[in-house]
Nanobody
């Protein structure tokens, strides 16, 4: 059983930056593909980005491409989301998720394919 805990959320002005972290425990971290999702009030949960087991493959939603960067440190069992040029529409609760990946280069963008989730961290971008 993998446990995930997000941190790093907060209030930032438009154009600013935040770095989210996701600490994992309870599993062999390097066996898991990781993803970030977000959910704004009254909206469905949306895919943000994903990263493969080794970190060599990443995949982004069009809405964040070029502004957000996902990375991972397998030695520290952590995954990060660097968010730059933030916009008010990025306001949401951000979740990290984990799924066992059979293939090292696998990235997963569907939320139903992730069995393990953190509790979320709030990101608010003011205009």
């Amino acid at each position: 059983q993998v446990q995930l805990v997000e941190s790093g959320g907060g209030l930032v002005q438009a154009g600013g930056s935040l770095r989210l972290s996701c600490t994992t425990s309870g599993g062999t971290f390097s066996r898991y593909a990781m993803g970030w999702f977000r959910q704004a009030p009254g909206k469905e949960r949306d895919f943000v980005c994903a990263i493969s087991r080794s970190g060599g493959i990443t995949y982004y939603a069009d809405s964040v491409k070029g502004r957000f960067t996902v990375s991972r440190d397998n030695a520290k069992n952590m995954v990060y989301l660097q968010m730059n040029s933030l916009k008010p529409e990025d306001t949401a609760v951000y979740y990290c998720a984990a799924a066992l990946a059979a293939v090292s280069g696998q990235v997963i963008s569907k939320d139903y394919q992730y069995p393990y989730w953190g509790q979320g961290t709030q990101v608010t971008v003011s205009s």
